[in-house]
């Protein structure tokens, strides 16, 4: 199953800068970063498009919009099928489709949807791409980090490096919740490893902004936009997030991002007991 | 009531620091013949209307929670707030005092903007859509060139913004002129300009909409024109603009 965390595949397409007969091979120049690689989200790539891109010289970026790992109603009674269905089917969708609008007419092209972030972030003055994308990988790691069944407790790693950030697990939740019924606005409220001061630490954010512009990994996301649960719960946060804590919250999704981020972030030895 | 708690509370506070208190009841008497300092809290304002009264463009069931429940969850954490700088400038508490100022201009944004909005809207058959005449009227053709025009204008400043916030129809104290402005969040819109008075504000966090008209905020922009209050804003922009001629 595709588990993306916002990033895209790789295609091996039959040879897409080979020349047409009589013409010579044109590379065009992207970032060195994506060189030769093409980054599409095979459910939403059509024939044609292949076909297109064996024609042209100039690459063109697609995003596609990727499936949450469940049926629609398979987070209910906690988050209803009609919140999802507006909230994917609808909203996410919507900033895929604005976004390819926008990368058409565009020279930002090859990238991976982490890049394009980075990129159009702009160190603050973000450009009008950033929005779009930074909201479908907002998104897509939204679903991720939820699940049917899911909430109780972290275990292994995860939960000794909980306890060791927060002290415990309990002050942990306390912290988070209290962040997201304190919310002013839009945006989303995360838990991130902080990669400068290797630790784990609750962050808010406005509107669209991800964490990975400040180079921190995101390991869970809650969506504080009132559409993510007014239909579910109207004005009462509080129900929202502690359901999201208790009842969906995915730790099978937030141990494999931790340790994925192990890969990058040295956060000692693990405490082998010695026989 | 809320008040009335508050009075009582800095009566007892500064009562006994100087009488000497043998009882409660004797307090009262102390504070009563010194000056105290009273803190004025906000008070949720009643509509001047049913909550269904602008059916079919803004559902019974949003304005209820819009008004019982968000507005006066901002007017609750704003006097909450208030005490909290109250008692941070009795103590001389310069960093409190500073923190404090997101929740106020938060809380205090919320209160101010969905007051003003409560009169912006109007029920269709107490004049609620009528377009605007005379002075505001001729004022709109001056700035926009038509009453269209600023509509589409802000309709699509208002599907534009990202994220929660306002979209004014604003009146430049200094210079007469009107303008289109957003505000974020609950930011009031002096903080566009400490000149701009607000003659219209529409609500475009989701909690205004969502419920009746789902992710398309278009709509309930397209729509909301049927129930505004002209009237009010006429009213606004003709004290502003009066003042001066003295």
């Known amino acids: 199953m595709a588990l993306s965390l916002g990033s895209t595949f790789a295609l091996s397409l039959a040879s897409p800068f080979s020349a047409l007969p009589g013409q010579a091979a044109k590379r065009p120049s992207i970032s060195s970063s994506a060189a030769g690689k093409i980054f599409l989200n095979a459910k939403n790539i059509e024939k044609k498009h292949l076909h297109q891109f064996q024609k042209a010289s100039k690459v063109l970026a697609y995003y596609g919009l990727t499936n949450p790992p469940y049926k629609l109603d398979a987070l209910e009674p906690y988050m209803s099928r009609r919140t999802l269905e507006l909230h994917w089917g609808s909203i996410h969708r919507g900033y895929v489709d604005s976004l390819n609008k926008q990368l058409a007419k565009s020279t930002l092209y090859g990238c991976t949807m982490e890049e394009l972030i980075k990129t159009t972030f702009n160190n603050g003055n973000p450009l009008p791409e950033y929005n779009n994308a930074a909201e479908i990988w907002n998104h897509d790691f939204f679903w991720e980090s939820m699940q049917p069944n899911g909430g109780k407790l972290p275990w292994g790693g995860l939960l000794q490096q909980i306890e060791k950030d927060f002290?415990?697990?309990?002050?942990?939740?306390?912290?988070?919740?209290?962040?997201?019924?304190?919310?002013?606005?839009?945006?989303?409220?995360?838990?991130?490893?902080?990669?400068?001061?290797?630790?784990?630490?609750?962050?808010?954010?406005?509107?669209?902004?991800?964490?990975?512009?400040?180079?921190?990994?995101?390991?869970?996301?809650?969506?504080?936009?009132?559409?993510?649960?007014?239909?579910?719960?109207?004005?009462?946060?509080?129900?929202?997030?502690?359901?999201?804590?208790?009842?969906?919250?995915?730790?099978?999704?937030?141990?494999?991002?931790?340790?994925?981020?192990?890969?990058?972030?040295?956060?000692?030895?693990?405490k082998i007991p010695v026989a | 009531m809320a008040f009335r708690t508050l009075l009582a509370k800095k009566t007892l506070s500064l009562a006994s620091s100087f009488a000497p208190a043998s009882s409660s009841g004797d307090r009262w008497l102390g504070a009563s013949l010194r000056q105290v300092r009273t803190l004025t809290v906000a008070a949720l304002p009643d509509l001047p209307y049913d909550y269904g009264a602008l059916e079919p463009v803004i559902s019974g069931e949003i304005m209820k929670i819009h008004h019982q429940k968000h507005h006066q969850t901002y007017i609750n954490n704003y006097n909450k707030a208030l005490e909290q700088l109250d008692a941070a400038i009795a103590k001389g508490d310069a960093s409190a005092v500073v923190q404090l100022q997101s929740a106020i201009k938060f809380n205090g944004g919320g209160h101010v903007n969905h007051t003003i909005f409560w009169q912006n809207l109007k029920p269709t058959n107490e004049g609620g859509g009528e377009p605007p005449h005379s002075t505001l009227g001729w004022a709109i053709d001056t700035n926009f060139n038509s009453l269209e025009a600023l509509i589409q204008k802000m309709n699509a400043e208002g599907a534009a913004l990202q994220g929660s916030g306002w979209v004014w129809l604003a009146l430049d104290k200094g210079s007469k002129k009107l303008s289109v402005e957003t505000t974020a969040n609950q930011d009031p819109l002096v903080t566009k300009g400490a000149t701009l008075v607000p003659l219209l504000g529409i609500d475009v966090w989701e909690h205004a909409y969502y419920l009746q008209y789902k992710n398309v905020r278009p709509d309930y922009l397209k729509n909301i024109w049927k129930v505004i209050n002209w009237k009010y804003a006429s009213e606004v922009y003709d004290k502003e603009t009066a003042d001066d001629t003295l």
């Open chain 1, 167 to 270: 002290g415990s697990f309990s002050n942990f939740r306390d912290d988070f919740v209290q962040t997201a019924i304190t919310f002013f606005g839009s945006g989303w409220v995360w838990l991130v490893l902080k990669t400068n001061e290797k630790k784990l630490s609750i962050v808010k954010t406005s509107n669209a902004v991800c964490p990975l512009v400040w180079g921190d990994i995101p390991i869970i996301n809650l969506d504080m936009w009132e559409h993510s649960y007014y239909l579910d719960y109207k004005d009462d946060i509080s129900k929202y997030v502690n359901n999201f804590m208790d009842h969906l919250i995915s730790w099978h999704s937030a141990t494999a991002r931790i340790v994925r981020a192990e890969a990058f972030v040295n956060l000692g030895e693990p």
